[in-house]
């Protein structure tokens, strides 16, 4: 009985059929200042009376 045969590696994988880069490492500190950023971008900005502080509109 023959031997089953071996399916062949590629020589030279395409682009998508690369195998993904290691990402680099990411500091607690910048990974903890991107999430409050994302926050307080997803929140809508807040009327001046609910401000209580006196602050005003720069516009």
Known sequence: MPAPEQPQPPTELRSEERPPSIPVPTSMRD?????AAADAVSKPPRSPEARGDGEQ???
């Open 57 to 59: 509109d720069a516009a």
């Open 31 to 35: 990974l903890l200042a991107s999430c």
